[in-house]
């Protein structure tokens, strides 16, 4: 039954709706769930039991804007997500833009740190017999501290660049910041390295937790009304 199906939060007309004791949106559902993997806080059902009446047919995006408060209050940031959703039907590719849009406003991202994409089993298994929907999600969880002084680095590099030149007063305000992330961080010993590469810098800061990202993956499973 159904004449809909709720995918990364988009709705779908289509003759059979997914079932499930939310809303069944099996896109946002592996998407937080790779959240709280990457966090080591279990899957959705730990936060909002499937036992509890009071998520009976919720908007997953409750669900999803949990996981990100939590990423935030533990000081990560969302680096990227990447969702594969695997169907014969609905057709997901005249939908791509509306869900990675949707996505990326739920998760505070920029559309180009979003990826929503589809594809089928040729015809293989429940999937292929059109019987539900699966999806799978990854994404990075990056420490915020590291983000903020690598987007400090590269602003004061991309100003440098321009001038065709290392001009050090231009760099100046982002060396001030960065001493000041660093010594929050306490590895300001490196400092010198700071400013050399993005890509320098993430590898000599791989080793310490503060710089250590996290990643989390998540494969979720709805079965279509009959």
């Known amino acids: 039954p159904g004449d809909h199906v709720i995918l990364c939060g988009h ?3 289509h003759d059979r709706g997914l079932q499930g004791h939310s809303d069944a949106d099996v896109g946002m559902h592996a998407v937080t769930d790779a959240i709280y993997g990457a966090l080591a806080e279990g899957d959705i059902g730990r936060h909002f039991p499937p036992s509890d009446p009071q998520w009976k047919g919720a908007d997953s995006a409750i669900f999803l804007k949990h996981a990100v408060a939590l990423a935030a209050s533990r000081e990560y940031r969302i680096a990227n997500m990447d969702c594969t959703l695997i169907c014969e039907f609905p057709k997901i590719g005249p939908h791509a833009t509306a869900m990675r849009t949707e996505m990326a406003r739920l998760m505070r ?3 180009g ?3 929503v994409k589809a594809t089928t089993t040729e015809g293989m298994g429940f999937v292929g017999r059109r019987e539900g929907i699966m999806a799978l999600a990854t994404l990075l969880l990056a420490a915020a501290a590291s983000v903020q002084l690598a987007e400090v680095l590269s602003a004061g590099l991309g100003r440098a660049s ?3 030149r290392l001009v050090p007063a231009l760099l100046l ?4 910041r960065a ?4 010594n929050r961080i306490d590895c300001a010993n490196n400092l010198s390295q700071m400013y050399t590469s993005a890509h320098i810098y993430m590898s000599a800061y791989g080793k310490n937790r503060y710089f250590m990202p ?3 993956d998540a494969f979720f499973t709805c079965l279509l009304g009959h």
């Not at 305000?173 to 001030?176: L, T």
């Not at 001493?179 to 660093?182: F, G, K, M, P, S």
């Open 173 to 176: 305000p982002a060396i001030a």
């Open 113 to 115: 740190q979003v990826s």
């Open 179 to 182: 001493r000041e992330l660093a």
């Open 162 to 164: 321009r001038l065709s």
């Open 11 to 13: 709705r779908i007309p």
């Open 214 to 216: 996290h990643v989390g």
């Open 109 to 111: 991202l920029e559309p």
